[in-house]
């Protein structure tokens, strides 16, 4: 009885430690199903504080959808005091305004945010890097202000999901990828080399189907669609962890193995079938010397995953259970 209040008071003194350090977060986003798991996610985690959420045009054009999809799922976990901001509708456009009592566009705010906010917020995107390209625009020392920059996207040796080696958030708008890129964040990228191996079986969604919370039973409606369509082009069920992963670089990095390379993004024009490949430098041996302290473009090329899917069962069940977090 002593040992279980012993790790009871660990745990408590552990949760009110990174409580009292939450880093503040802006999520830019195109919302669909896995970027809803990633958002709660970041939700479920007290070492995050997420402020603020950027829609980005990626899974859809239409930023408006995006932006209530977004709504919704704020709504559902009961933080409708998280302000949702419209961006890019399309490749390098102009942010298009924003949602709710502020006049500002999304890039305009994530630049408000870096230059004015103490600790500068962690920057999360699960979309294309329009946003943040946009944002960099208006600020050219946002990479100073705010370094770190977490992503899903690209690929370094996996098959591409919308060419032969490109993927849909850096293949949809390539030109911002590749200034983000050169920009200098220090940057984290959860490409398909890690989502794919972090695989959520049909097992597993069983599971977070059951937990004794509203979310895991929405986690599951919304999946079922995302499951369905990877089973038509041969998967035998489950689905990759797309978006989650870059937030899970954030809150674990121990369950990867990273590398730092240099890197730069095939911009070629549309059609060609390289654009939005990312061309990563991995040539060298153990002893060679490291790439230039500019390159900062991390790459995580192994996953525990047994690790990875404990940790979000259990994350996804900490969130609450009674009326404030209901559909």
Excluded at 310 to 316: G, P, V
Aim: hydrophobic share 45%.
């Amino acid at each position: 009885m002593l040992r279980a209040a012993l790790v009871a008071l660990a745990t408590l003194a552990t949760f009110c430690a990174a409580v009292a350090e939450r880093r503040p977060v802006i999520i830019s986003t195109d919302p669909g199903i896995d970027d809803s798991i990633a958002l709660l996610l970041a939700l479920a985690s007290p070492e995050l504080d997420v402020r603020a959420v950027c829609i980005n045009f990626g899974s859809l054009h239409n930023t408006s959808q995006l932006a209530q999809n977004a709504l919704d799922v704020l709504s559902f976990a009961g933080r409708e005091d998280i302000p949702v901001f419209l961006g890019a509708t399309s490749v390098q456009l102009p942010a298009s305004g924003a949602h709710a009592n502020t006049s500002l566009s999304a890039a305009e705010f994530i630049a408000h945010a870096c230059r004015s906010w103490h600790p500068a917020p962690l920057l999360v995107s699960l979309a294309p890097l329009t946003n943040v390209a946009l944002a960099l625009s208006l600020e050219p020392k946002l990479p100073e202000l705010c370094p770190d920059l977490y992503l899903m996207g690209g690929t370094v040796i996996e098959p591409g999901n919308v060419g032969p080696m490109s993927e849909a958030n850096i293949g949809n708008d390539p030109e911002a990828a590749a200034r983000v890129f050169a920009a200098g964040f220090e940057t984290k990228v959860a490409s398909l080399d890690v989502t794919r191996p972090s695989w959520l079986s049909p097992d597993f969604l069983g599971k977070v189907r059951d937990l004794p919370n509203p979310a895991g039973p929405f986690i599951w409606e919304i999946t079922r669609f995302y499951e369905r369509a990877y089973e038509t082009v041969g998967y035998e069920g489950g689905m990759p962890l797309h978006d989650p992963t870059a937030v899970l670089l954030h809150l674990k990095p121990e369950f990867y193995q990273l590398h730092r390379w240099p890197v730069t993004v095939d911009t070629s024009p549309f059609p060609s079938v390289s654009r939005g490949v990312l061309l990563v430098d991995r040539r060298g041996g153990p002893k060679s010397p490291p790439p230039p302290a500019s390159d900062k473009v991390h790459f995580p090329m192994h996953v525990d995953a047994a690790a990875v899917h404990e940790f979000l069962l259990a994350r996804i069940g900490s969130l609450p259970t009674g009326d404030v977090f209901s559909a």
